[in-house]
């Protein structure tokens, strides 16, 4: 099998390529190469005529399939769909960050695998059902392409699109590597966001290996019960355990945890889901990020302006941490949170 240039890191390529004469520093310029002109380095005094041919013969640069763009004519949010190697079509999304005149950007919402096990009771993706993990080149090259088609740098990566990526843990953090390294897509690891549901054997690996990534976790709510039937993820992730690696987690790097909590009219947005919030995190800096759920069932609606203001003004009493309106952008194309999903392959029982 070829080695896949895009789908390593610059010492994995090494590691991979050594024998057949490849030192670290070629090691970097053939994922430079790969990831910037999809090709191969020019020839130096690193790499030969001969070694060129041998590097052609053992290695392979893979690309994604581009399938359809669609613009949001309200936001400009744009929303891909590609086709990789296996089975299964998977979506991304280009978000802009265009209010600084000088400092024109974007942010690249990314998939990390086709589907989703996980079954969340408002998300379009969690109705498709799992099919496969994406391969790290898979992820990267979502970027890559979102880059060739944008007239602004893409400055921030975040794993927030189909699939739980800590469920595809070592390919997602190949990833990481590869979109963060100065000789692959020059991304600050800061500026990467992986999100999760709440796997704790990922976030604890993740705390252990000291990964430079950010962390964003989903709770929703802090009732176990209810917990369990908008995120059955909570049956053998519970609650009370994932709050305790969040607090192995901010011991070991330092980081205040950023909260994720979708918000549904009448189910998690009163005072008391307020204050439980608080009683379950006291001791815990957290950074709460609110966000209005997408359900095209109509089962779950956002809230109203004024139990949104109620809740925030519980919130402001209660936990007093930062807390943000998080905008979902792209809703007219469906390029919105818990929104992605190719055309006919969700489960349209509701």
Not at 42 to 60: K, Y
Not at 285 to 297: G, Q, Y
Not at 317 to 346: E, N
Request: hydrophobic share 40%; aromatic share 4%; proline share 7%.
């Amino acid at each position: 099998m070829p080695v896949l240039l895009k789908n390593q890191t610059s010492g994995q390529l090494h590691a991979s390529l050594a024998q057949a004469g490849v030192s670290p520093h070629l090691a970097r310029r053939l994922l430079a190469a790969a990831v910037k002109r999809g090709e191969l380095p020019a020839l130096g005094s690193d790499l030969t005529a001969r070694l060129r041919d041998d590097l052609r013969a053992l290695t392979e640069i893979p690309h994604l399939t581009p399938v359809r763009k669609v613009v949001s004519p309200q936001d400009g949010f744009t929303k891909y769909l590609f086709e990789g190697r296996g089975t299964g079509q998977f979506e991304a999304v280009r978000i802009p960050l265009l209010h600084r005149p000088d400092d024109l950007k974007y942010v690249a919402c990314i998939s990390s695998q086709v589907g989703c096990a996980l079954g969340c009771a408002f998300c379009a993706t969690g109705r498709m059902g799992f099919k496969r993990n994406l391969a790290a080149w898979e992820m990267v090259d979502q970027v890559v392409q979102m880059q060739a088609d944008s007239p602004h740098p893409i400055r921030g990566v975040v794993f927030m699109g189909m699939g739980e990526p800590l469920l595809n843990y070592d390919a997602v953090m190949t990833a990481i590597g590869v979109l963060s390294e100065p000789c692959g897509m020059a991304i600050a690891a800061k500026a990467i966001t992986l999100s999760t549901v709440g796997i704790i054997p990922g976030i604890r690996r993740f705390t252990a290996e000291r990964q430079r990534a950010r962390l964003v976790v989903s709770l929703t709510s802090a009732d176990p019960r209810q917990r369990r039937e908008l995120l059955p993820v909570e049956q053998g992730n519970p609650t009370p355990d994932l709050i305790q690696a969040l607090r192995e987690y901010h011991a070991a790097s330092g980081q205040r945890v950023t909260l994720a909590w979708t918000m549904m009219s009448g189910v998690n947005v009163g005072e008391v889901d307020a204050q439980r919030l608080a009683e379950l995190t006291r001791g815990l800096p957290i950074k709460l990020d609110l966000i209005d759920v997408n359900d095209p069932t109509g089962r779950f609606r956002p809230p109203s302006r004024a139990e949104l203001e109620a809740f925030r003004d519980a919130l402001r009493v209660t936990l007093a941490m930062p807390v943000a309106r998080r905008y979902s952008g792209g809703q007219d194309i469906q390029a919105d949170c818990g929104m992605l999903a190719p055309p006919d392959s969700t489960d349209q029982e509701v």
